[in-house]
């Protein structure tokens, strides 16, 4: 069984501060991992993509990679009040174009 | 810009009923795909289809059929509706950001209850 786990939270994080969401899948041959972002009552966008062990950064939002330890995160800086969602983690094995999805973590970033 | 679009924002059934979702979408993408979100269970996959009359099952298609006689149009069709159908639905098509960067653009759901 593929899983992917997120922490369901909420995360409560003071505006300005940062805020770091995690994932971790159990499926070794995982290629390309994937934080989508939900708003209540929307649907996911994606906001990062990374494929490669390490850190892409994007803005405010940085996600790292460690393949040997099978996690994913995703850095916010600077939380903005309208940060506020629920991120979900996706991944994606190199052998089909179906991705397997994490619950999501709620984020709250509070004034 | 991409655009996937659903049918209905809201629906209300009744045990039993045939029930159609569809779901169209304008960038000419292959893949397509429908999900069900629940609370605390995120997005399961239901169905896919990679082409036109092309379908493969996902993770929980018990219960469902999907249609895909044109490529831009995915019908999920629940054949006798039942109360634990209840759900959000999604609607999905995968394809390329302006920068190339792969992605699934979804659709705006529906809101199923079945009484």
């Known amino acids: 069984q593929k899983e992917v786990e997120q922490n369901s939270g909420p995360l409560s994080v003071p505006e300005g501060a940062i805020a770091s969401l995690n994932c971790t899948y159990s499926?070794?041959?995982?290629?390309?991992f994937f934080w989508y972002r939900q708003y209540s009552g929307k649907s996911p966008e994606l906001i990062m993509f990374?494929?490669s062990n390490g850190d892409k950064e994007d803005g405010r939002f940085t996600a790292q990679l460690n393949k040997a330890s099978q996690y994913v995160s995703l850095l916010i800086r600077d939380s903005q009040p309208s940060d506020s969602a629920t991120y979900l983690c996706?991944?994606?094995?190199?052998?089909?174009?179906?991705?397997?999805w994490g619950a999501g973590t709620k984020l709250i970033i509070k004034p | 810009d991409v655009k996937v679009t659903q049918s209905s924002r809201y629906l209300v059934k009744r045990t039993g009923e045939k029930v159609f979702l569809e779901c169209v979408q304008d960038?000419?993408?292959?893949?397509m795909f429908w999900y069900r979100q629940d609370p605390g269970l995120g997005l399961r996959l239901i169905y896919f289809?990679?082409?036109?009359?092309?379908?493969e099952k996902g993770d929980i298609p018990e219960g469902y059929s999907v249609s895909r006689e044109k490529k831009e149009r995915f019908s999920l069709i629940l054949e006798s509706a039942s109360t634990n159908q209840t759900s959000m639905y999604l609607c999905?098509?995968?394809?390329?950001?302006?920068?190339?960067?792969?992605?699934?653009?979804f659709g705006p759901g529906t809101r199923l209850l079945v009484l």
């Open positions: 999905a098509s995968r394809g390329r950001q302006a920068g190339g960067q792969e992605t699934q653009y």
């Open positions: 960038m000419d993408h292959e893949n």
């Open positions: 289809s990679y082409d036109v009359k092309m379908k």
């Open positions: 499926d070794r041959g995982s290629q390309s």
């Open positions: 990374i494929y």
């Open positions: 996706a991944v994606r094995l190199d052998s089909n174009y179906q991705l397997i």
